[in-house]
């Protein structure tokens, strides 16, 4: 009997399900979808009922996907049952219903199967392999209309953008939307007229203690407005304005006397939240540790998909993390309440589990995102897994348990104080009761605005009602309103989720696209739309507002819902969506006839004649140019603004300007330039095309290019000094004059000269940075040796010198370079002197 196979998406997956399936399964990885829409054409056939035409994807330096079909194959031929085991969602479907076409041999009787399971454990392994299924022909559909709609917009927008702005632009179905949220965010802070407010404290003594804090509430029966003033001021409320009006309130305000007006006392019940659901998820790990939401998703993804864990082996520690689900199995809410029984007491276990309801749409085919088993707790895991994944498992876990536990109990009491035509109000909050505030508390995305509860604990005297108080000090304080907060990623998914945009497997992908687009920069940890978004936005917008909208946008996923329900056509939604969308497009196409392409404006001013320059698009993306072209042609690189892991810029701390100091260009005095060419960005001297100076620009961890150093050796061309310079393989010496004077210093060895013609022969570096060793006339010559060239005589057939080479069998050997003799000679390491050990320093 022969082994089934088991496909699944990633080597990590593979490892751990091996291990419970046994021997008689053979489980492979696909590496992710092995089909999709083909990459330089559009793929879809619009007028045959929008059908896609779908291909293997092309190998990639990163990927050899085509040797990954091959295997998979070669291996579903000799076996018994295929089973698709890719994730429990659309994209996991798709690449089960590609790999069933591919790699399935043509009129094979070989069983085909779907399995499916939520968590990477061994019990939910055997219950979905007792239980295989076929492919869910719905929620491919449901992923192929998806696919399709994000083809025909970006094939046929984009275009539009490369006419009227330039590059290689890309215009997204989901991606404009969620740009056009941050521009018009930053719009609504640009148009922010702040509002100044003044609050009034009297701090006051009991009977009893402590001395306490009351705010002033009312005046003459009005409410005094503090905090958010996003309408005018209704009736029955007043506004304190100015220090003058502040004053004038104070001064009445001592003169009153202080009397208790109503005392209320009642308890306050704070419930858990459920357990996390993505993008829940994502926000409270940006909150917490600063994790972007792709760096959230890839730890995710390890929890899932196995972790080592020593003698157990790969370890799933979570449920699947692409959910909007908060439903959980019956058999983990056992576990979980059993767990907080036994380890924090009955008083933290309700008498019934907690019940939640998932949002309208949810796919409650899944579960919430939860540990696997909650016995396995953060402390027992601290010193097997790493920091980041340790952090992510805790915060899973915790908010899990705590979602079972009873609510949190506060004693909350009001004091109302009447003092004339005012009155004060003192609120105080007591915790009895932690509850789940034991184990998890959620963070919060901004602080609180003034008047706001922010939950904290403040503890009031006894007073009864009647009775008078002390006034010790009354004060005022000056406020302004804040102008809406700029988007984190945190909450920029929370926008999108609330307002029905993308779903769990899209955010990740959504906030990665517009930044790696530049259509939105990330400073201090909050999104800024570039002026390239912007421009992006609005010539979108102004073409395609019906369709580039969070309501229609948010209306498409439901469609796709339906679809994958199977309550709807996939290609009816294709066909109501292009008929709207080809008449936009018609449109835009005809208005962008007669425009020149835009230039963006920009503060920046050029350097050569002082006028103001814009950002333009060329070859290799944006850089700035004169706006006084063709009369100046200065060019220079876009400064790049990008924020590091935690949200500092890189042009320095908290977005301040770069301290660096621009290079001077060693050949010629002048200011050097940043640019852009084919391999990526680099100093130019701004003297082009006098000066052609360069010099290259470190990426990543690489040390940064030294500029050349004046030696006091002269060229012996033109007399100019020598200067030691680093080269794409190494440090070398040139003259200073270079490109006038191509002089290059080589790395001789003294005494050999080429056989051939007579030339020295030089020290050299291969591309792949191998030592070689070859006749200073090449190309002319082409005569090479890959060991050591040594200056000794071949005593057998008087050859003028000796190759020298060193092995682990044989140790060092000198042998004749005459391929038609066979002197060979071991060498003593003793004997070899540093100087024929050396070529080290090589030429280029």
């Known amino acids: ?22 021997a008689d399964f053979n489980v492979m990885a696909s590496i992710g979808h ?110 192929q209309t998806r696919r399709i709609l994000d083809r025909l917009v970006g094939y046929k927008v984009s275009p539009i953008l490369w006419k009227t702005i330039g590059g290689k632009l890309s215009a997204g179905r989901v991606q404009t939307v969620a740009v056009r949220l941050v521009v018009e965010r930053e719009r609504e802070i640009e148009a922010f007229v702040q ?9 006051l003594t009991a009977a009893l203690p402590p001395k306490f804090d009351a705010k002033l509430y009312k005046i003459d029966d009005k409410t005094v407005k503090v905090g958010k003033f996003d309408e005018d001021v209704k009736p029955g409320e007043t506004h304190i304005k100015t220090v003058d009006q502040a004053n004038a309130i104070v001064t009445e305000a001592e003169k009153q006397a202080y009397v208790v007006h109503s005392v209320t006392t009642k308890e306050r019940k704070r419930n858990a939240t459920p357990p996390f659901i993505t993008s829940k998820l994502q926000q409270d790990a940006a909150r917490k540790f600063g994790f972007s939401v792709k760096k959230t998703m890839s730890v995710a993804q390890r929890l899932y998909e196995g972790v080592e864990l020593g003698s157990e082996g790969a370890v799933g520690l979570i449920t699947y993390m692409r959910t909007d689900s908060i439903r959980v199995s019956d058999a983990a809410l056992n576990d979980v309440r059993e767990f907080i029984g036994s380890s924090y007491g009955n008083g933290y276990l309700p008498a019934k589990p907690n019940n939640y309801r998932s949002k309208k749409g949810a796919q409650d085919a899944h579960e919430a995102i939860r540990p696997t088993d909650v016995r396995r707790t953060p402390e027992s895991l601290a010193s097997k897994i790493d920091a980041d994944s340790l952090k992510l498992y805790r915060l ?89 907060p700029r988007y984190s990623e945190a909450t920029l998914v929370k926008a999108l989720e609330e307002k029905g945009i993308g779903r769990p497997s899209t955010y990740a992908a959504i906030m990665t696209t517009i930044q790696d687009r530049e259509y939105v920069e990330k400073i201090e940890g909050r999104f800024h739309p570039t002026p390239l978004g912007t421009t992006v936005n609005d010539l979108l917008i102004e073409s395609f507002d019906d369709i580039f909208n969070s309501a229609y946008t948010a209306g498409m996923e439901l469609k796709l819902d339906d679809i994958e329900d199977g309550k709807l056509d996939w290609r009816d939604a294709l066909k109501e969506f292009y008929d709207k969308f080809a008449k936009d497009l018609e449109v835009a196409t005809a208005s962008i006839k007669d425009k020149k392409k835009m230039a963006i404006p920009t503060d920046e001013i050029c350097e050569k004649c002082g006028t103001a320059m814009v950002i333009k698009f060329g070859r290799f993306g944006q850089f700035l140019a004169c706006g006084n072209y063709p009369e100046c042609k200065n060019t220079r690189e876009v400064a790049s603004k990008k924020a590091d892991s935690n949200g500092q810029t890189a042009e320095g701390e908290g977005g301040e300007a770069s301290t660096e100091e621009v290079p001077i260009c060693e050949l010629c005095g002048r200011e050097m330039a940043l640019k852009k060419g ?11 095309p006098e000066c052609k100076n360069i010099r290259k620009i470190a990426k990543g961890d690489q040390k940064p290019t030294a500029p050349p150093v004046q030696l006091d050796e002269l060229c012996p061309k033109d007399g100019a000094h020598l200067v030691r310079r680093q080269g794409r393989f190494g440090e070398f010496v040139s003259c200073s004059n270079y490109p006038k004077c191509d002089y290059v210093k080589r790395d001789v060895i003294e005494g050999v000269v080429c056989s051939k013609d007579g030339g020295e022969i030089a020290v050299k570096k291969s591309r792949r940075g191998k030592v070689f060793y070859g006749c200073v006339n090449y190309p002319k010559c082409d005569v090479v040796f890959w060991d050591k060239p040594v200056k000794e005589t071949c005593p057998k057939c008087s050859s003028p010198f000796l190759l020298e080479k060193t092995t682990k069998k044989d140790g060092t050997v000198r042998y004749c370079q005459n391929e038609d003799c066979d002197y060979k000679i071991a060498v003593d390491n003793t004997d070899v002197t540093s100087d024929e050990k050396a070529g080290e320093n090589v030429a280029v």
């Open 1 to 22: 009997m022969g082994k089934s196979l088991v496909i699944v998406e990633s080597p990590a997956k593979a490892k751990t399900i091996n291990k419970y399936l046994g």
């Open 34 to 143: 092995i089909k999709d829409l083909p990459m330089r054409d559009l793929g879809v056939d619009v007028d045959n009922n929008f059908e896609p035409h779908y291909e293997v994807i092309p190998d990639t330096k990163k990927r050899n996907n085509k040797k990954v079909v091959a295997d998979l194959k070669r291996a579903a031929k000799t076996s018994d049952a295929i089973y698709l085991a890719a994730d429990p969602d659309r994209e996991g479907e798709a690449i089960c219903q590609h790999l069933a076409e591919e790699i399935v041999p043509k009129n094979s009787k070989i069983p085909v199967f779907r399995v499916m399971f939520n968590e990477i454990t061994k019990a939910a392994i055997n219950d979905a392999f007792k239980v295989p299924h076929q492919v869910n022909a719905d929620l491919v559909n449901a992923q």
């Open 195 to 203: 509002t100044e407010y003044w609050s009034i404290v009297a701090n």
């Open 396 to 484: 899973i876990w915790q908010r899990f348990v705590a979602s079972q536990m009873a609510p949190a109990v506060f004693d909350q009491t009001t004091i109302d104080i009447t003092a004339g035509r005012f009155a004060f109000r003192a609120t105080g909050s007591v915790q009895k009761f932690d509850g789940f505030l034991k184990v998890y508390q959620e963070g919060r995305d901004d602080k609180p605005a003034e008047g706001e509860d922010d939950d904290e604990e403040l503890n009031l005297p006894l007073v009864k009602e009647g009775e008078s108080l002390k006034l010790n000090t009354i004060t005022s304080d000056q406020h302004f309103t804040d102008p809406p």
């Open 678 to 688: 084919r391999f990526g960005s680099f100093y130019g001297c701004t003297g082009y």
